[in-house]
C-alpha cells in the first residue's frame, strides 16, 4: 500500500513540475532564481552521487546496501526531494501566479507524502533509522 501511495506522490510531484513547464514558470533570468536553481541542482548531483545508482526505482523501496548518512544526508534525510522543491519553488517565487503557487503546493504536497511513505517503509527494514531521523530533519536543516 505504502508502495502504490510514493508512486501517487511522485507522479503529483511529476505534474506539478510539468505544470510549471508547460506555464514557462520553470526557469527564470533573474540572478537570485539562477543561483537558486544552480544550488538545487548541485544538491541534487551530490546526492545522487553519494546515493550511488542502487535507488532507481519508482516506488519507494528500501535500497540494498544499508542506510546512507554521508554527504548531503549527514544534514537532511531527504536532498532529492529538497532540490527538487527548491528548484520548483524558485520558479513559482520567480513567476507568481496563484496557478503557479498551486503547482508548487501540489509538489511539496507529493514530496512530503513520499518522504512519509520512505521513512516508514525504511524504518521497517534499517533499526538504526529511527536513531537516523532524530538527528537529521527532513528538508531545512535544524528546522523540518
Do not use: Q
Not at 537558486?36 to 535500497?63: D, K, Q, Y
Not at 548518512?69 to 536532498?79: A, E, K, L, M, V
Not at 511513505?117 to 530533519?137: F, G
Request: aromatic share 10%.
Amino acid at each position: 500500500m505504502l508502495k502504490n501511495i510514493s508512486l501517487a506522490a511522485l507522479l503529483l510531484m511529476a505534474l506539478a513540475l510539468a505544470g510549471l513547464v508547460v506555464r514557462g514558470a520553470f526557469f527564470s533570468l533573474h540572478p537570485l532564481a539562477i543561483s537558486a536553481e544552480v544550488a538545487s541542482i548541485a544538491l541534487m548531483v551530490w546526492a545522487r552521487l553519494t546515493f550511488g545508482l542502487r535507488s532507481l526505482h519508482a516506488a519507494a523501496n528500501p535500497s540494498a546496501g544499508g542506510l546512507v548518512t554521508t554527504g548531503p544526508y549527514r544534514y537532511i534525510r531527504h536532498p532529492i526531494y529538497t532540490a527538487a522543491c527548491l528548484f520548483g519553488w524558485t520558479g513559482v517565487l520567480a513567476n507568481l501566479s496563484l496557478v503557479n503557487v498551486m503547482l508548487g503546493g501540489l509538489l511539496l504536497v507529493g514530496a512530503v507524502v513520499r518522504m512519509l511513505c520512505e521513512e516508514r517503509l525504511i524504518a521497517a527494514d534499517n533499526p538504526e533509522y529511527a536513531a537516523y531521523a532524530r538527528a537529521t530533519r527532513r528538508m531545512l536543516p535544524y528546522i523540518f
